[in-house]
């Protein structure tokens, strides 16, 4: 018997937050994929799901025990904030056979997924990737797009400032928060020097 293409399973985790949301949109629009809506809040995630004839399920990322019931091709996360967050999500969507791919912007949890997935994505044979957010991903590929045919980048700056009416959900506000005090290098005076978050800082500052 004849049929369409199999369309592909994604679990997309914290659907109803502010890039979740947007991000559930695009995917409900694309026939290749039949879209799994997860989340923790029932109300906003059944009204999401109505809306957008999509498949939903009240998910905490923090307990991924039931993720392999789901039968993902790929999970999303979208959930965050990522600075408190563990890998649990990635193991357990890499353990089922799936692609794995966040909205991480915390540099600490980015810089410990290559040694902690690399390893068992390859032997599952399928990809893990990590920082598909503002930055590093959506920057870059602006950076790539414009150095097309240059031979050489001396220096990059890169800083993202929220725009007054950008969305801005309860996971967008504790990631902000959470590097409040924290200590940071700022770059002043010809030198890289100790400093915290909440320090004034001199024109031309630049932190890492």
Request: with cysteine; aromatic share 6%; charged share 20%.
């Amino acid at each position: 018997m004849g049929g369409g293409p199999l369309r592909r399973r994604v679990v997309l985790v914290g659907a109803t937050g502010s890039f979740g949301e947007r991000l559930a949109e695009l995917l409900a629009r694309d026939s290749r994929f039949e879209l799994v809506l997860a989340a923790r809040r029932p109300e906003p995630l059944q009204a999401l799901a109505a809306r957008l004839g999509a498949e939903a399920v009240v998910f905490d990322r923090r307990s991924p025990l039931g993720l392999k019931t789901m039968d993902p091709w790929a999970v999303v996360d979208a959930a965050g904030p990522f600075q408190t967050s563990d890998l649990g999500l990635a193991e357990a969507a890499i353990g089922c056979g799936a692609h794995y791919l966040d909205l991480a912007d915390g540099r600490e949890f980015v810089a410990r997924c290559p040694a902690a997935l690399d390893a068992a994505a390859r032997r599952a044979g399928v990809a893990a990737i990590t920082g598909a957010s503002s930055t590093p991903a959506l920057t870059h590929a602006a950076l790539d797009l414009m150095t097309n045919g240059w031979t050489r980048v001396d220096r990059i700056a890169v800083a993202i400032s929220g725009g007054s009416r950008a969305p801005r959900g309860l996971a967008v506000v504790r990631s902000i928060l959470s590097y409040a005090g924290r200590p940071v290098r700022v770059f002043t005076g010809g030198g890289w020097r100790g400093g915290t978050s909440h320090q004034r800082r001199s024109p031309g500052w630049a932190c890492v």
